[in-house]
């Protein structure tokens, strides 16, 4: 089930979504694609947030404010005929474009901060890996998704000093608190979101430890629209479901199962414990009668 949107957004609809809507919606078990329409952002909107937080918004996420003041699409799956929600794509709206690390004044003055992780000793970027993104003044970070509490994807300035620098990139920050590299362009991060279709942990499929256990069987059963990347083409093997059922459900050629016997005794020693209980017995009641 979908929503219907309205006439304004109804032609963009598709190109917005780069076509998942249709894949999704004839896919086996999807029960529920949900998309939800917002009202395009107001210019003076997206102004007041720059004059806020002192930087210019990247002109590719400034354009889809424009068209689309944020994005949210779920779907779900049936689960014995419930639906049980699965896939979620989220770019947060302007108003909820949230520094994170930032400092509040509704904290103590001594109460720690983000900035308190920052270590001097940490590695800096060098030709293979880019520079981290830094929680104290060196960088400055928005949340664009929640990642459904998984971890937060963010929009980050990386070069802050003396003026804050309009060259952004996008980066994942694991609940752990360590930063992945994504996208250096927020309309490449998009892509990404709507390829991978939400699926629950797609985020961990960039880092060095990949997505868990369960991720893996949800990926495996609705596989990615996605480019095959260097990271995604290692960890190929890692998608795939090894369980054979043809042999896990195998009928045919079973073993039979031998069940073992206790040792038997063989049948001299048995005729000799025989005759020995006998005679103990006839003693003691001869011994008996005697008294």
């Known amino acids: 089930m979908e929503e219907k949107p309205s006439a304004s957004i109804k032609p963009y609809l598709d190109k917005l979504t780069l076509g998942v809507t249709r894949i999704l919606e004839t896919s086996p078990g999807v029960a529920e694609v949900m998309f939800v329409e ?22 590719d996420l400034k354009n889809f404010y424009l ?9 779900s799956v049936k689960t014995d005929d419930t639906p049980m929600p699965l896939g979620s794509m989220v770019i947060n709206s302007v108003s909820k474009l949230c520094r994170l690390g930032g400092s509040s004044m509704y904290t103590l003055p001594n109460a720690p901060t983000l900035a308190d992780l920052e270590d001097d000793t940490d590695e800096e970027g060098n030709g293979d ?8 003044s060196r960088s400055l970070i928005f949340e664009l998704d929640p990642c459904n509490g998984n ?11 003396p003026v804050v620098s309009p ?4 980066w994942f920050l694991d609940r752990a608190l360590y930063w992945h590299f994504l996208t250096k ?21 960039f880092t060095s430890y990949g997505v868990s256990p369960q991720a893996k069987q949800w990926f495996n059963m609705y596989k ?3 480019i095959n990347t260097a990271l995604l083409s290692e960890e190929a093997d890692s998608f795939v479901n090894k369980l054979d059922p043809n042999k896990v459900f195998k009928s045919k050629n079973k073993t039979p199962v031998i069940k073992k016997k206790p040792p038997s005794q063989p049948a001299g020693s048995q005729k000799s ?8 017995t006839s003693s003691l009641a001869g011994n008996s009668s005697r008294k």
């Open 38 to 59: 917002k009202e395009p952002a107001e210019r003076h909107t997206i102004i007041s947030w720059e004059q806020k937080n002192s930087c210019i918004l990247p002109e």
């Open 129 to 136: 890996k880019p520079e981290k993104p830094h929680f104290d």
């Open 151 to 161: 971890g937060k994807v963010c929009l980050v300035y990386k070069h802050t000093k």
């Open 185 to 205: 362009t927020f309309t490449a991060y998009y892509r990404l979101l709507i390829t991978h279709l939400g699926l629950p942990q797609w985020q961990y499929a």
């Open 273 to 280: 414990h025989t005759s020995v209980t006998s005679s103990k």
């Open 224 to 226: 990615p629209i996605t």
């Open 167 to 170: 060259d952004t990139e996008i």
């Open 67 to 75: 068209m689309t003041d944020g994005f949210q699409m779920t779907w």
